[in-house]
């Protein structure tokens, strides 16, 4: 059984790698060719980006794996010899707690290469070292007492009831649904300021627009995402009477009027369409069947790992083995959320224009130095908006694209 595991988890860091390998190969080859809606400097900057950052993620996927093998190899029963508790429950929070900070603190250092080197170097990241330690103590503190509710709550389902894996589903299901409705107004900002839009021409534009799809909110807000990072973007936030439209500050300093409410029809386009519920409920159908996966794990594998089946034991596995079913299921739901984006696409062009639209992407792609094109394997496993030339294609642009011969005569 452990060589069993050990084997289906080194295919999945091997198929990660290698689909990281040709995106860093393709990338590389485009970025010589005629640059496609990106200037050429901006172009080979996004390129640059793209290549750095995977790499990067390379990295951290083999740590990964390393840190994979340290846990079941010793550090599971390490950490069970450590946590010396009679209270089987108060001991699973502590076991699950230790377990996660052990695993942040460790890989504490590509967060901060990412933050303070890798997005600086490009001009993305404002963040200061004040800002960065400030968001660790609060996230610790937000883990330590709502996560470990959490734990507390999943571990008593799994002591308690015979068919845990299902009760264990209902509860960390409606948690989700639940940090979704409070995440707007309680989570975030504790991280970012917002403030109510104080643009009152732009605020009654989107109001009407809102007003035509239905969409009633709590407000509309900008938040202050310039002192961490440059890039631009806008979401709808929360569920229900939570509900509240987010604009980013860097957004409104970029766009024109007509662009920013284009982008937002863009994800009035989701609301109309209903995709916030459908995400919601493919997401359920996942973490179903995760559940039901590991909850009829055999005893003997806890066993061939020096562990008794308890709820820390079966929690630890979860979370460690987990991120490989949810892979396997990405290249589905990629396939929906690519379709959902097309089709909010098609609503946002309707709110102003199919070319006021496509110019507003463009000039998101060229702020944020997002590469315009990738490898179709990446592509299958990774994106969940379709890549921007085939965006705008469908919004009327035309493009002359010599990468596409580069598309169709790559290897997969």
């Known amino acids: 059984m452990v060589l069993t595991i050990g084997i289906i988890y080194f295919l999945y860091i091997l198929v990660k790698i290698y689909i990281s390998i040709m995106e860093i190969g393709y990338v590389a080859r485009a970025k010589n060719m005629t640059p496609v809606i990106l200037p050429k400097q901006k172009y ?21 794996y390393v840190l994979f093998i340290f846990w079941v190899g010793y550090g599971l029963r390490w950490l069970n010899t450590l946590v010396n508790i009679d209270n089987e429950l108060v001991k699973s929070v502590v076991f699950i707690d230790l377990f996660i900070i052990v695993n942040y603190i460790v890989s504490l250092p590509f967060d901060i290469y990412s933050k303070f080197y890798l997005d600086k170097k490009f ?48 509860f960390i299901y409606l948690i989700i649904i ?6 707007p ?21 989107i109001e009407k627009l809102m007003s035509q799809a239905g969409l009633k909110s709590s407000g509309i807000f900008t ?3 310039s002192k961490r990072d440059n890039r631009l973007n806008a979401y709808f936030g ?36 209903k995709d916030i519920i459908k995400n919601i409920l493919i997401m359920g159908v ?11 794990l055999p005893e003997s594998l806890f066993l061939s790992f020096g562990l008794q089946k308890t709820a820390f034991s079966v929690i630890a596995f979860f979370l460690l083995l987990s991120p490989i079913v949810a892979f396997i299921f990405m290249p589905v739901m990629g396939v929906l959320s690519r379709s959902n984006e097309y089709a909010a696409d098609e609503y946002g062009s309707k709110c102003e224009s199919k070319q006021t639209l496509a110019n507003a992407l463009e000039k998101l792609a060229n702020e944020n130095k997002s590469f315009p094109v990738s490898h179709p394997l990446y592509i299958f496993f990774y994106f969940t908006h379709p890549p921007l030339v ?12 010599s990468n596409m011969a580069l598309k169709e005569n790559c290897e997969i």
């Open 44 to 64: 080979i900057e996004a390129a640059m980006y793209k290549i750095a950052s995977e790499r990067l993620n390379m990295i951290s996927t083999l740590f990964d």
């Open 286 to 296: 996942l973490l179903f069947l995760i559940f039901a996966i590991f909850g009829n």
């Open 178 to 183: 639940g940090v979704n409705i409070i995440y």
């Open 390 to 401: 085939e965006r705008l294609k469908r919004l009327g642009k035309n493009y002359n694209d």
């Open 185 to 205: 107004t309680f989570i975030a900002p504790l991280f970012n300021k917002f403030i109510p839009l104080e643009n009152e021409d732009l605020k009654k534009s």
């Open 123 to 170: 001009g993305f990241s404002n963040i200061t070292l004040k800002i960065f330690i400030t968001d660790i103590i609060k996230l610790s503190i937000v883990f330590l007492v709502f996560g470990s509710l959490v734990i507390f709550g999943i571990s008593y389902i799994i002591e308690t009831f015979k068919l845990w894996w299902f009760w264990g589903f209902v």
């Open 238 to 273: 929360g569920l229900g009477s939570s509900k509240r439209v987010v604009l980013f500050d860097t957004l409104i300093k970029k766009l024109t009027k007509n662009e920013l409410l284009s982008v937002l029809g863009h994800e009035l386009g989701h609301f109309k369409h």
């Open 223 to 225: 938040m202050d995402a």
